[in-house]
């Protein structure tokens, strides 16, 4: 599997193409043309063949893609055939929100901790979990193999959280807050900004409806 | 403003420029290269300066781009100037997340009203919102000008409601269920995927941090 050569860009089509492939598999589809898929999905015929082709030819002319073997493969590319244990940090909305967003586990996902300072919130159960105060939080990864840190907390404290749990040894960081994190660590940091997705439905909404 | 030759490609990153210009502007910077943009985006130098020149040439050699003019064309072609009408269906976590997130009003984005159909939250202030029960949307619609709904709903009633507001004249759906939504309107879906973030932090951490 030369999953070294795939560019990221074809990397983030990826969890759609694994998506769509899932929906088939559900309706019992078991082959889909490059054609069929495109119609499905909005991207053009030819870029999901050359996205496809980057690992390996599962397409067959007149035949299409073995619908099970290629959502198996991109799985496989993607690692959610591994498990990835994961901390919320900051129990507000949007932790309980992503604490309760039952997909990520099935991706391999698994929640194990969530922490918080405020002392409504510590004790209080999230799914099975017991929000735990942020000071117990170097005992926790010390004792936990933690992966991936969910940082949903308020902007201004956003950078020092991440400081602290990238010095603790997590490897990945998952940004909810607005602010684009740079931190002088070997960390993997994926920055999640909900406001470009809504301003772009803006832009789509002033093009075909244009108002005065 | 050549806005209409500008492709979704570039839109897409439209945001983020806006974005960082606004951190420039805060911290009083009047220009800057696109080489300088380049470091603090992670995009190439190159690819700055064709997406801004695809609506009309800011950058001058050697001088480089005008903070403030840039973020002010940018905010004009996103139509951030303008003000959307958006209401929330679905109260839970990322329902309520959604409304307290403070950058979409300054972004020109307007929770005017939120829906649920839960006993328990409606007539529960969110902000200073009353949550409604979900059978007086349509009245609401109808007396209120609704630019977007956002769909904050479980993954099996996510159609249905779609459907129910598009029919009420909603043309702008942002959709958080784990459904990509096809109706049969002409309205515009933006489609969030959390977990595809998610998906692609997963791959990185594999790439960098391979684990047995």
């Known amino acids: 599997m030369a999953s070294k050569k795939i560019s990221m860009a074809v990397i983030k089509r990826l969890p759609r193409y694994h998506r769509y492939l899932n929906y088939l598999l559900e309706l019992g589809i078991k082959r889909v043309s490059s054609k069929e898929l495109?119609?499905?999905?909005?991207?053009?015929?030819?870029?999901?063949?050359?996205?496809?082709?980057?690992?390996?030819?599962?397409?067959?002319?007149g035949y299409g893609y073995n619908v099970e073997s290629l959502y198996t493969?991109?799985?496989?590319?993607?690692?959610?055939?591994?498990?990835?244990?994961?901390?919320?940090i900051g129990a507000g909305n949007m932790g309980q929100a992503l604490a309760n967003y039952a997909n990520f586990e099935r991706r391999g996902f698994r929640i194990i901790g969530v922490f918080d300072i405020n002392?409504?919130?510590?004790?209080?159960?999230?799914?099975?979990?017991?929000?735990?105060?942020?000071?117990?939080?170097?005992n926790f990864v010390l004792n936990n193999k933690v992966d991936i840190a969910m940082l949903c907390v308020p902007y201004k404290?956003?950078?020092?959280?991440?400081d602290r749990v990238a010095r603790l040894g997590v490897k990945g960081l998952w940004n909810f807050s607005p602010m684009d994190l740079k931190i002088p660590y070997d960390v993997i940091v994926e920055n999640v900004h909900l406001s470009d997705s809504l301003m772009v439905l803006g832009y789509k909404l002033n093009e075909r409806f244009p108002r005065e």
Do not use: W, Y
């Open 73 to 88: 493969e991109i799985g496989n590319i993607l690692g959610i055939n591994k498990t990835f244990n994961c901390i919320i």
């Open 119 to 138: 002392p409504d919130v510590i004790g209080k159960k999230i799914k099975n979990l017991e929000v735990m105060h942020l000071d117990d939080i170097d």
């Open 157 to 162: 404290e956003t950078a020092a959280i991440a």
């Open 38 to 61: 495109s119609t499905r999905m909005g991207i053009t015929a030819s870029q999901i063949r050359q996205d496809l082709n980057c690992f390996g030819g599962f397409g067959q002319q």
